[in-house]
C-alpha cells in the first residue's frame, strides 16, 4: 500500500563496489526524483525524471547513474563508491496539481554507508 | 540562482510557548513555498504550502514578499511538534524543489 517505496532501506559496502538502490512509486505520478541528505541534514536534489526523461541533472560524479526503465520507477546506480558518498538517499514523486504547485511524496529514505 | 536559508540549526521551547521557524529566500521572480516536516523515524512530508492559504497541526505560514520570508509559526507548541522542519522553494516556471538547511524543532515538556 505504500506510496513511495525505496529498497535497500540500508545499505553497507566497502570503498569501490557498485550499488543500486530502486525506487517505485504507485501514485500515478509523472515525475520521480532523487535527493540526498547529508549527514548535517541538508537536502540536495541529485535527479529529475518526468516521463522517463532526465530534466534535472545537478552537479553529481557520473558515478551516479539513474535510470528510468517507466514512469513509475526510478533506480539509481553508484560507481566505485567513495567514503562521501554515505548519506541517507531519499526517492520522491509529484504530480503537478491543478493549482500549479508540485507537491512531493518521498519515500521513507535508503542509509548508504560506505566504509 | 534561488536560495532558501534558515538561520535556525536548533530551535527549543517549552510545551505551550509560540515558536516561529524562520525561513527567507533568494528569487527574483513568484515562488511557491512549503514547509515540509520529518518526524522520528518517519518520511518527510508536507506539512503547508503558501498558496493553500491553510493551517495545519495549529501551524501557519505567511509569504512576506518584502522581507523575502515564510515564517513557521504556531502559537502552543507541542510536545509531537518536535521534528525537523525544512522549507522549500519552486520556481513557478520548473519542477525544482530547493530546500533550506533545515531547522530541528524540539519541544521540552
Known amino acids: 500500500d505504500t506510496a513511495v517505496s525505496q529498497t535497500p532501506k540500508y545499505l553497507v559496502t566497502q570503498m569501490g563496489n557498485d550499488k543500486s538502490i530502486k525506487c517505485e512509486q504507485n501514485?500515478?505520478?509523472?515525475?520521480m526524483y532523487w535527493y540526498k541528505q547529508d549527514s548535517k541534514k541538508f537536502l540536495k536534489i541529485m535527479f529529475s525524471y518526468n516521463n522517463k526523461e532526465l530534466i534535472i541533472n545537478e552537479t553529481v560524479p557520473n558515478r551516479f547513474s539513474p535510470k528510468s526503465p517507466d514512469k513509475a520507477h526510478l533506480n539509481l546506480h553508484i560507481n566505485s563508491l567513495e567514503l562521501g558518498d554515505s548519506a541517507v538517499y531519499f526517492c520522491?514523486?509529484?504530480?503537478?496539481?491543478?493549482?500549479?504547485?508540485?507537491?512531493?511524496?518521498f519515500g521513507a529514505g535508503s542509509r548508504l554507508t560506505v566504509l | 540562482a534561488q536560495r532558501v536559508t534558515q538561520p535556525e540549526k536548533l530551535l527549543s521551547v517549552f510545551k505551550g510557548a509560540p515558536v516561529e521557524l524562520k525561513c527567507n529566500y533568494s528569487?527574483?521572480?513568484?515562488?511557491?513555498l512549503f514547509w515540509y516536516v520529518q518526524y522520528s523515524r518517519q518520511r518527510l512530508q508536507l506539512l503547508l504550502r503558501h498558496i493553500s492559504r491553510e493551517s495545519i497541526k495549529g501551524f501557519t505560514a505567511d509569504l512576506n514578499k518584502g522581507e523575502t520570508s515564510f515564517h513557521l509559526k504556531k502559537p502552543f507548541a507541542q510536545e509531537e511538534d518536535s521534528a525537523m522542519y525544512y522549507c522549500a522553494l519552486e520556481l513557478t516556471s520548473g519542477s525544482r524543489l530547493t530546500f533550506g538547511e533545515g531547522t530541528q524543532l524540539t519541544v521540552n515538556p
Open positions: 520522491a514523486s509529484s504530480l503537478r496539481s491543478p493549482s500549479g504547485a508540485n507537491v512531493l511524496t
Open positions: 501514485l500515478g505520478h509523472d515525475t
Open positions: 528569487y527574483s521572480g513568484s515562488p511557491e
